[in-house]
């Protein structure tokens, strides 16, 4: 039974984010979002630790530490922030790379379908950046990456989808 939940809602977030891709104006980018979801590396932990309220991978993280379905995830799956992060030779230390601006939408969109399908009915425009405040200190990403994230997700807050959409569709670099 948890299987198939895991999969409706699964199935219902990545839904979600390709209208939400459309608004953003990366329709085509979006119709593959979270596909390795269905891999069974990511599925077999996602139907195991399904709750319904909050990722599985938390869950996993919790019980050994670590997720195993979270690190093949965000591996293959280039609008996750943790992707962005590579080995800066001056520095001699890994680093996050600043992501390129439709990864970052796809972010945008990922986040909103997360809140909405975790809130459910007590979803409001603040929740995603209540959730992406949450993190801020101890995230590990590039501060201009950050920054727009940031203020697309205040902009959803303060004035809605119509109009943050409007802004999203038409940054075209950052």
Known sequence: MKAIKHFITITKHRHTVIKHGYKAGILFQSLFHDLSKYSYAEFRAGAKYYQGTRSPNEIEREIFGYSSAWLHHKGRNRHHFEHWIDFNPKAKRDEPVKMPIKYVKEMFCDRVAASKIYQGENYTDSHPIEYF??????????????????????????????????????????
């Open 133 to 174: 405040m949450k993190g801020k200190d101890f995230r590990v990403i590039h501060p201009e990456t950050s920054d727009l994230i940031e203020f697309w997700l205040r902009s959803l807050s303060e004035k809605g989808e119509k109009e943050t959409f409007k802004i999203i569709r038409n940054t075209k670099k950052y």
